[in-house]
């Protein structure tokens, strides 16, 4: 009897629910001792886990492969600069030899035509010396005169007094489009004829022979597309004379004289 009272007991007991050893439990105290239990599978831990290193190990790729693109985006730019800067050389290289080119083929053209043919006065060069004056440095085939027209002009000239200082504003402009830039160099030059012996007064400051420079290369540089705005300056002292007139003259890379203008200077404001 006793044995069989015991059994179901038992039988009970064994059929009870038990907790997995692996799972893990978590219990949280409250304020009146009161406290709740909660169980955490071990197999949700470690998909969680899993889960988490993935998650890392992936991040850490993204991060990787961001940098990598970010190092060789900065190397492009940096070789697109590079580039740039060489394009932009290499433009000024060619506009410079389009221009020489031009210059050549103007004076090839003038010494194929022959001495015979007379040239055909430009009513704008009246105020030109007839012969135009090479710098001392220039080559021997640039030092001669050009019979083609010049490829700039000089428009909008003002000779005016700003205090104590004689200011000649003017534009150099290229008459042979933005397509063909001019490049070369620009000297003004403010003479005394009436004084013996004459004077004569260089901006930019160079040596002079026979009021020519010496060396054309120490003039105003400029690479003209339009036109190019030029101001000189010089210094009147109270007993200083006003120049009687102002020599223009406009060399090309090469030396050549492309532009000789003499304006009169009289009734300076």
Known sequence: MDDQKKTPARAETNSGRRPRTSDLTVMVFGKVGKSRTFRISSRLLRWAAGFFVL???????VFNQYFTAL?????NLEALARLKAEMAGTRRDLALTQNR??????ALRDRAAGPGEERVADPADTAADPEPRPAVETP??????????????????NIHR?????????????????????????????????ADPPQWRPYPKVALRNGVPVNYRRGMAFSIRRFKNVRGKY?????????SAVNLLVY?????????????VANVP
Not at 55 to 61: E, N, P
Not at 140 to 157: C, F, G, I, K, W
Not at 252 to 264: N, Q, T, Y
């Open 235 to 243: 210094s009147m002292n109270s007993g200083d004379e006003m120049p």
């Open 101 to 106: 080119l031009a210059l050549l083929e103007d």
């Open 162 to 194: 700003e205090g104590d200082t004689l200011v000649v504003d003017f534009k150099l402009a290229n008459i042979r489009g933005e397509a063909h830039p001019v490049n070369g160099y620009l000297h003004i030059i403010a003479m005394n004829e009436a």
């Open 55 to 61: 998650f890392i190990l992936a991040s850490i790729l």
């Open 71 to 75: 190092r060789e985006n900065r190397s």
């Open 140 to 157: 021997p085939e640039a030092s001669r005169e050009m019979s083609a027209p010049a490829p700039v002009e000089v428009r909008d000239l």
């Open 252 to 264: 090309d890379p090469a030396g050549l004289l492309i532009l000789e203008k003499r304006f009169r």
